[in-house]
């Protein structure tokens, strides 16, 4: 009989420690961020996008559908680079030709005529380019279309 208690004992200890694994595997997935859970089968998610990417394709999503993704992230490519800082001052003689601002390249008036305030908060500027796009064009696509014969959008 003495024989077979380290074979229980073991086989208890194997049978904790696997429980004990395998527990707090989930508590730690359960405590990440949401931005480092992704669905790699999810076609729409792409674990190279930055947070704000990430961001603003959720709220286009939301608004308009995954279709209109792509003329939305064309447009804001264009605009700034995802630079939310950006201003776009082009210089000619010393003189400003454009106020533009920020990822959707917001003129000064753009600001105001959208209900938003001029802001280097990159989040407010998605939810105001959204908003912009949303009011002027009815959808990104039509932005895009628009940006594509103007050069401007």
């Not at 200890?13 to 931005?35: D, Q």
């Not at 305030?117 to 039509?142: F, L």
Request: glycine share 4%; proline share 4%; net charge neutral.
């Amino acid at each position: 009989m003495s024989i077979h208690k380290p074979k229980i004992l073991l086989a208890i200890l194997v049978a904790t420690s696997i429980f004990f694994i395998f527990s707090n595997a989930r508590v730690i997935s359960k405590e990440l961020p949401i931005e480092s859970k992704t669905d790699t089968l999810d076609p729409s998610v792409s674990t190279t996008e930055t947070p704000l990417k990430t961001y603003a394709k959720s709220l286009v999503i939301e608004q308009w559908g995954i279709q209109e993704w792509e003329s939305f992230e064309k447009i804001i490519n264009k605009e700034s680079s995802w630079t939310h800082n950006t201003e776009h001052y082009p210089m000619i003689n010393g003189k400003r030709l454009s106020s533009a601002t920020g990822l959707a390249g917001f003129l000064n008036a753009t600001w105001d005529d959208v209900g938003c305030v001029k802001t280097y908060d990159k989040r407010e500027q998605v939810r105001c380019g959204i908003k912009y796009v949303e009011q002027r064009y009815g959808s990104p696509q039509v932005a895009w279309n628009f940006h594509l014969a103007n050069n401007y959008y």
